[in-house]
Nanobody, 124 residues
Framework: QVQLVESGGGLVQAGGSLRLSCAAS????????MAWFRQAPGKEREFVAA????????DYADSVKGRFTISRSNAKNTVYLQQNSLKIEDTAAYYC?????????????????WGQGTQVTVSS
């Protein structure tokens, strides 16, 4: 059974940085796409960033491009989201997602597995 465990969220001032981690276990992830989504109160879950496990190809939402970086460690089976220049509007619960042979990385329906979420709160 695939498990995704997020960590690294917290409270940070605007302009600050955080690094989220997603530790994955339970499968060979070579065919997987790994992604981060976020959900603010009263809003729909939205795509943040994705990475293909094998090639390392990345994709970002326009709202985070240039500020966030997604990466993975094959040795640790872990995906990271480095968040720099954080803004108040980045405040949300961040979820790690994983799925094999994902064809639409920006959509939620292609991801078979989800983590429990980690809260990021950006203050002024």
């Amino acid at each position: 059974q695939v498990q995704l465990v997020e960590s690294g969220g917290g409270l940070v001032q605007a302009g600050g940085s955080l690094r989220l981690s997603c530790a994955a276990s339970g499968d060979n992830f070579i065919t997987y796409t790994m992604a981060w989504f976020r959900q603010a109160p009263g809003k729909e879950r939205e795509f943040v960033a994705a990475i293909s496990w094998s090639e390392g190809t990345t994709d970002y939402a326009d709202s985070v491009k240039g500020r966030f970086t997604i990466s993975r460690s094959n040795a640790k089976n872990t995906v990271y989201l480095q968040q720099n220049s954080l803004k108040i509007e980045d405040t949300a619960a961040y979820y790690c997602a994983a799925g094999p042979w994902v064809t639409v990385p920006r959509g939620t329906t292609g991801y078979k597995y989800w983590g429990q979420g980690t809260q990021v709160t950006v203050s002024s």
